[in-house]
């Protein structure tokens, strides 16, 4: 049985840091394209950044929505099947609840979602 178990969201102020982590078992992690999304109120859903598997062309290549470049890093340790997110220099507009999914081929697995609030 995949699952996906996200943690380290919270509450932190305007301009502050938060590290997300996503553990997967039951699939070849090393294979999968890795990526966080984030939803806003039901219905706002985006992409926020990628980072690609052995399985792709082009393994450990990241992409990054505009809303986050500069700001965020993704990054991937394969070895313990363990996908991150480094979000500094948060903004209010950044609170969401934040999913991992992972992608190869025909397979696609969720996390349950972590709540990222940025607020003072």
């Known amino acids: 049985q995949v699952q996906l178990v996200e943690s380290g969201g919270g509450l932190v102020q305007p301009g502050g840091s938060l590290r997300l982590s996503c553990a997967a078992t039951?699939?070849?992690?090393?294979?999968?394209?890795m990526n966080w999304h984030r939803q806003v109120s039901g219905n706002q859903h985006e992409l926020v950044a990628s980072i690609y598997g052995d399985g792709s062309q082009t393994p450990n290549y990241v992409n990054y929505a505009d809303s986050v470049k500069g700001r965020f890093t993704i990054s991937r340790h394969n070895a313990k099947a363990t996908v991150f997110l480094q979000m500094d220099s948060l903004r209010p507009e950044d609170t969401a609840v934040y999913y991992c999914h992972a992608e190869y081929g025909t397979s696609e697995y969720w996390g349950q979602g972590t709540q990222v609030t940025v607020s003072s």
């Open positions: 039951g699939l070849l992690f090393r294979f999968y394209t």
